[in-house]
């Protein structure tokens, strides 16, 4: 195992680092564009791998319906990443690399400043998570599943790179089939021995992100991503969720949307719902220097007055801004069952598709079967029997009527009746042998004559 995690980690390297660089400008330009000025580590790197990703899918999707080449879409996707990184360089300039240490320090923080001062107890969880993060990146490199769910999603990989095109339907694994284009490696290669020391801790990095804007406590953001890693050891056990686990399919399409886009999208809403309860509590536009109302002014302690005044109007904002906060979190709650459900239930149709699809071919393969009808007196084939899957049977050409009874014992053998009999012309050397089962009373539902002469 260590030999082959020497011999991979020139690639290993070359590819974080390129989704690391590239992923933390598009991150700058994402945090900046969603309104983020207290954004740190988790939601630089996290988000921008997350949109990275994102865009090349985007790209895929749309290349598949008019068959476009893997290395265009590599190529649309390199622009793209070129671009959000020189966007960020000049708009940062020299603070590209700057992030926010203290999250309740910035001008985002929580209207009540809720005391941010952990216990000790985050160091235990925060290196509990860290652990069991390693284990899981390591655990996927060292033991390849041979699952037919993981497998099957390969073959698209390995489809992709070996064509040239984005594979339709599959815009994960053109990635991996483009990564594996610029790392001239095979994408099952890159797939089981790269790919999830960058998609791994990406998907831990959005969900400790969403932690982050959930609670400005340490102990309970890493609570959380304890929570989080606990339920993907859980999902390993799961059938269910064996594609929706990172310990199986960390690379596909379904555990990107359920663990970097449906926790990105949950930040952006909770990162936009907290300056909507801002405004409705009237927080940021309430002006402490202003004059007091004119029945306060002609109170006899008018200092006193105005103290109970903006005490009680304080109250009033904090249980206003409760009200909102519990509104605006029980429809973000209903958003994300929502999308969860959507998510869970076209996977179940597209997988009783796919189940009936693959047990519909397997059925033909293996029910359909080919006769050739040989005379006893010739050495050439005069017909073909076709056996279908469901039991039914097909019969082409015919021969002279002295083959009847011979031709009349073969399709007995397998049934009393025949959907459909192709036959070349009406005459006697090339339908006697049919007209002969027919007297003997075998059923023939479809009688068709194909009126082919032979040219020579």
């Not at 992709?160 to 599959?170: F, K």
């Not at 959507?342 to 997988?351: A, E, F, G, L, T």
Request: glycine share 8%.
């Amino acid at each position: 195992m260590i030999g082959m995690l020497i011999s991979s980690s020139p690639y290993i390297f070359v590819t974080v680092l390129a989704f690391a660089a590239f992923g933390w400008c598009t991150g700058k330009v994402f945090t900046d564009k969603a309104g983020s000025v207290d954004a740190g580590f988790p939601e630089i790197l996290g988000s921008g791998i997350t949109v990275n990703i994102l865009i090349y899918n985007i790209i895929a999707l749309a290349g598949s319906l008019f068959g476009m080449k893997l290395w265009i879409s590599s190529f649309l996707w390199i622009v793209c990443e070129l671009a959000a990184a020189v966007y960020a360089v000049r708009k940062s300039g020299r603070g590209l690399f700057k992030v926010s240490c203290n999250k309740a320090e910035s001008g985002m923080a929580k209207a009540d400043k809720t005391d941010v001062r952990s216990s000790g107890w985050h160091l235990v969880l925060k290196s509990a998570v860290i652990i069991l993060i390693v284990l899981q990146v390591f655990g996927t490199y060292m033991y390849v599943s041979e699952a037919p769910e993981v497998m099957i999603v390969t073959q698209n990989a390995v489809k992709a790179a070996d064509t040239g095109r984005v594979v339709t339907g599959a815009p994960m694994m053109s990635l991996w089939a483009a990564v594996s284009k610029l790392l001239l490696r095979n994408p099952v290669i890159v797939i089981f021995s790269v790919s999830q020391f960058v998609m791994i801790p990406a998907f831990y990095l959005v969900s400790l992100m969403l932690a982050r804007e959930l609670s400005d406590k340490k102990d309970e953001q890493w609570f959380m991503m304890l929570c989080i890693c606990i339920l993907n050891l859980w999902g390993y056990q799961s059938k269910y969720m064996l594609q929706y686990t990172m310990l199986y399919c960390w690379f596909t399409g379904g555990t990107f949307v359920f663990y970097g886009l449906l926790p990105l999208m949950l930040w952006i809403l909770l990162k936009k719902s907290r300056v909507i309860v801002l405004l409705f509590s009237g927080i940021n536009g309430r002006n402490d220097t202003g004059p007091a109302p004119d029945g306060i002014r002609d109170i006899k302690d008018g200092t006193d007055a105005i103290n109970d005044y903006y005490t009680e109007e304080d109250e009033d904002m904090k249980n206003h801004r409760i009200i909102n906060a519990r509104t605006v979190a029980i429809a973000l709650l209903i958003v994300v069952i929502m999308l969860v459900g959507s998510v869970y239930v076209m996977n179940r149709k597209i997988n009783s598709l796919y189940d009936a699809t693959v047990n519909l071919q397997q059925q033909v393969n293996e029910g359909t079967r080919i006769y050739e009808f040989v005379p006893s007196d010739s050495q050439e084939t005069v017909a073909y029997i076709l056996r279908q899957a469901d039991g039914g049977l097909t019969v082409i050409g015919s021969g002279k009527a002295s083959y009847g009874e011979e031709l009349y014992d073969l399709i007995s053998l397998y049934s009393s009746e025949v959907n459909a009999w192709y036959l070349r012309n009406d005459k006697e050397e090339d339908a006697g042998a049919y007209n002969e089962c027919i007297k003997k009373g075998l059923e023939v539902r479809h009688t068709y004559y194909i009126n082919v002469e032979e040219k020579k």
